[in-house]
């Protein structure tokens, strides 16, 4: 079956402008969780949806947000971008039963560059 | 709070040289253990877990215990392979939960 599929797979946008990136989980899965990763700070949790419902949230500002439509896919948005927002924004998809129970399977990611 | 503490890479090795990569955590609770791996220009995929003390989680021949009394879960490999070379990512979460806590990853380079 198709895997984790996360659009765009690179951007380049400005400081101050606003981001938007796209995940597709696999067929059948109703969590969504997405992580920041960046060579200083490695892998930090963002969020995760499921159901259409923010299920966790991370220690991040106002400024990132995501949301879950009823087909699973989710989006995320950062606004106001800073430089120190490029990243490489990685998107995970599971059955939801949480990562001890069911696998989380991780698309190939977007990489971001703010200048 | 929570966290996960690797040892720092680069990790060189030969190929057919074993393979140890250090990984410990803190933890309020009782976290399953996990270790995911990122082949380069690709995302992370699960290598193994372990959900209770004294568990050892295994595959492709990379293997790791969780031990509580030592709060470790170091990853091994007796004999590694040029297409072991990735970065390998240490990781905790609590049980009905899908946040996973990520150490900061070791590289490891495997040459012929």
Redesign the interface.
């Known amino acids: 079956k198709a895997g984790v599929t996360q659009t765009p797979r690179y951007l380049i946008k400005t400081r101050g402008q606003q981001v938007t990136l796209s995940c597709s989980p696999i067929s059948g899965h109703r969590s969504v969780s997405w992580y920041q990763q960046t060579p200083g700070q490695g892998l930090q949790f963002l969020f995760e949806y499921f159901s259409e419902t923010q299920r966790n949230k991370g220690n991040f500002p106002g400024r990132f947000s995501g949301r879950q439509f009823s087909n699973s896919r989710s989006e995320m948005n950062v606004s106001t971008l800073e430089l120190g927002d490029s990243a490489l924004y990685l998107c995970a998809s599971s059955l939801g039963q949480g990562p001890s129970t069911d696998e989380q399977y991780f698309g190939p990611g977007t990489r971001l560059t703010v200048t | 709070g929570d966290s996960v503490t690797q040892m720092e890479g680069p990790v060189t090795l030969s190929e057919e040289a074993f393979l140890t990569i250090n990984c410990t955590y803190t933890a309020t609770g009782y976290p ?1 253990l ?1 270790w ?1 791996v990122q082949y380069p ?6 290598l193994l ?1 372990a ?1 209770k003390a004294d568990d050892k989680g295994s595959n492709k021949g990379f293997e790791a215990t969780y031990r509580k009394e030592t709060t470790s879960f170091h990853l091994e490999k007796g004999s590694v392979q040029v297409s072991d070379s990735a970065v390998y ?1 240490c990781a905790l ?13 070791t590289r490891l380079q495997v040459f012929p």
């Open positions: 399953s996990f995911y220009g690709e995302g992370l995929q699960l877990k959900t990512f979460a609590f049980y009905n939960t899908d946040k996973l806590i990520f150490g900061t990853g």
